[in-house]
């Protein structure tokens, strides 16, 4: 390592290779660098060594190991304060050998790095503390549309809990189970608005895991209905069966049946259907025994039509006895 240079040389350097100069500095500092073949090959050596530690893959710590490091730094801070122990005289005479050892390149562009990001830090407003964090309206933030992207965070559903990141004008994390108001709220809206089917498909399905609700039920309905992705109105309708076939499921298998091109979608409407049948369905039902392209939907039609003429037939009979 060139020992021509000053330290302030050095400093200079440094700064120049991390690109925190000012432009007159740096004009400068470029007009001595051309002329200064020493200050060039330490340039060069900054700029590799710098290179060498943006490349070098760090391994991750799990949080396992990180809580343990935050363990052990707590027990030697404590260690330290109880101590309260006084700096002998001698240690500042090894503190002053330290500074007056040469060091490696490497070690001063840390070292400026660091201090770098130490007045960065310093500079920060201390933010104060309040008692309570402030209630979110989820719901009043998806009808005013202050939502941004919703995703699914990536370490998904494993424990039971349900995990977001939603991008709003402040930054939210939301978390908790398919029966919490503000996650089923959620998972509505994505079910319902979201452009992407993936997700569309992934919240239906976690839906599942929800008590069964009037609400659930309308949105389920809705998808039923109205989405475009096969895959979602099959899960939609096969979570409808296990609610209360009533009128409004009634109505929606009706219409599915008479209009949905998906055979196995026409099938768990047939299903449903097949649990209620009244005779405000035979209309529709004489349609699907003759139109419907799937014969064993054909046939499942034209059983429950002969059913419905026994039944009548059986009424009859009771009426004139």
């Known amino acids: 390592?060139?020992?021509?240079?000053?330290?302030?040389?050095?400093?200079?350097?440094?700064?120049?290779?991390?690109?925190?100069?000012?432009?007159?500095?740096?004009?400068?500092?470029?007009?001595?660098?051309?002329?200064?073949?020493?200050?060039?090959?330490?340039?060069?050596?900054?700029?590799?060594?710098?290179?060498?530690?943006?490349?070098?893959?760090?391994?991750?710590?799990?949080?396992?190991?990180?809580?343990?490091?935050?363990?052990?730094?707590?027990?030697?801070?404590?260690?330290?304060?109880?101590?309260?122990?006084?700096?002998?005289?001698?240690?500042?005479?090894?503190?002053?050998?330290?500074?007056?050892?040469?060091?490696?390149?490497?070690?001063?562009?840390?070292?400026?790095?660091?201090?770098?990001?130490?007045?960065?830090?310093?500079?920060?407003?201390?933010?104060?503390?309040?008692?309570?964090?402030?209630?979110?309206?989820?719901?009043?933030?998806?009808?005013?549309?202050?939502?941004?992207?919703?995703?699914?965070?990536?370490?998904?559903?494993?424990?039971?809990?349900?995990?977001?990141?939603?991008?709003?004008?402040?930054?939210l994390e939301l978390s908790g189970t398919a029966n919490d108001e503000l996650i089923t709220n959620l998972l509505f809206y994505l079910l319902l608005h979201d452009q992407n089917p993936g997700k569309r498909l992934k919240a239906v399905k976690l839906l599942q895991n929800a008590q069964p609700a009037q609400e659930n039920k309308m949105v389920l309905v809705s998808a039923l209905l109205t989405d475009s992705n096969p895959g979602i109105r099959l899960k939609s309708i096969r979570l409808l069966s296990t609610y209360e076939p009533g009128k409004i499921i009634q109505d929606a298998c009706m219409k599915v049946l008479l209009e949905d091109e998906n055979e196995a979608i026409r099938l768990s409407a047939m299903d449903i259907i097949e649990m209620v049948p009244n005779s405000s369905m035979i209309p529709a039902l004489q349609v699907v025994s003759v139109l419907d392209e799937n014969d064993f939907i054909r046939d499942r039609a034209q059983e429950l039509l002969r059913a419905f003429s026994l039944d009548e037939t059986d009424s009859r009979v009771e009426a004139k006895s």
């Open 1 to 171: 390592m060139p020992k021509s240079l000053s330290d302030h040389q050095k400093k200079l350097a440094s700064l120049y290779v991390l690109d925190a100069l000012t432009e007159a500095e740096q004009i400068t500092f470029e007009n001595e660098l051309a002329q200064n073949e020493n200050l060039h090959s330490y340039i060069r050596t900054l700029e590799s060594t710098l290179d060498v530690t943006s490349s070098a893959e760090m391994p991750v710590p799990d949080e396992f190991e990180i809580q343990s490091q935050r363990n052990l730094l707590r027990t030697n801070i404590d260690t330290i304060a109880s101590q309260k122990a006084k700096i002998a005289p001698g240690i500042w005479e090894q503190i002053k050998a330290w500074i007056q050892t040469p060091t490696p390149a490497w070690v001063n562009l840390a070292s400026v790095a660091a201090a770098f990001a130490l007045g960065l830090y310093m500079m920060k407003p201390i933010p104060q503390q309040t008692p309570e964090k402030p209630e979110i309206d989820i719901k009043e933030l998806l009808r005013s549309g202050q939502l941004g992207q919703i995703k699914f965070a990536d370490n998904g559903h494993r424990d039971g809990q349900i995990r977001f990141a939603v991008e709003s004008r402040q930054d």
